[in-house]
């Protein structure tokens, strides 16, 4: 199951100097680094950011602080990619994660979140493309994400999917601003979904786009 909360602006690029591109906006400037274990600032900053972003879509998934230092401390698993967006003055922007899956070939996006502070201008997005970026240069072959529904954001959400399950992915409607387009935007395709995944109702859906 993926979590995922996205924001759709758009920041402007500079080269930096270790010859990655890191990202500016009109306000302050942005760059995309590994999180790592000892970075106890920016873990505190992204465990209240998950807890404060789904809290209102996705209660159950980060009720609280333990739970999200949980999720964030996880990231450092040797199967794992953590990367956070921080500004200037070190304030998290926003986090990313990736997990290996069958043998490399195929990587998770889980999870993704933005600050709402930060919502709205491209944080988001420059952290899928950069995730893209970490999960090709280990020749992976496909990314994929688990978008769930649990708050009746979509057409597949509060109705019995079967037995045409595909049928009603194929007249999927966003009806209150659900992230699946945001990914469809950045490439990812529906790809299937998990009726009932979390409750009657509360499908995941599932979405996946090449990388290589």
Do not use: C
């Amino acid at each position: 199951m993926g979590k995922t909360d996205e924001d759709g602006g758009k920041l402007k690029r500079r080269a930096r100097s270790d010859g990655r591109k890191s990202e500016k906006s009109d306000e302050r400037e942005m760059q995309i680094v590994d999180l790592e274990p000892d970075h106890e600032k920016l873990i505190s900053q992204i465990a209240a950011m998950l807890v404060e972003v789904f809290k209102e879509h996705s209660p159950e998934a980060w009720p609280d602080m333990n739970a999200a230092l949980k999720e964030v401390r996880e990231s450092f698993a040797a199967d794992r990619i953590s990367r956070v967006a921080i500004d200037n003055s070190e304030n998290v922007l926003g986090w990313i994660g990736g997990i290996r899956q069958y043998d490399g070939q195929v990587w998770e996006l889980h999870p993704l979140v933005v600050s709402l502070a930060a919502q709205g201008r491209g944080v988001g997005r420059a952290l899928v493309t950069d995730l893209e970026a970490r999960v090709k240069e280990r020749r992976a072959l496909t990314l994929w994400v688990g978008t769930d529904d649990e708050d009746n954001q979509t057409s597949l959400a509060g109705v019995d999917l079967y037995p045409n399950v595909f049928e009603h992915i194929v007249n999927i409607k966003n009806l209150r601003n659900h992230p699946y387009e945001f990914y469809q935007k950045l490439g990812f395709v529906i790809v299937g979904v998990m009726p009932d995944a979390n409750g009657f109702g509360k499908p995941d859906i599932y979405m996946a786009k090449r990388v290589s």
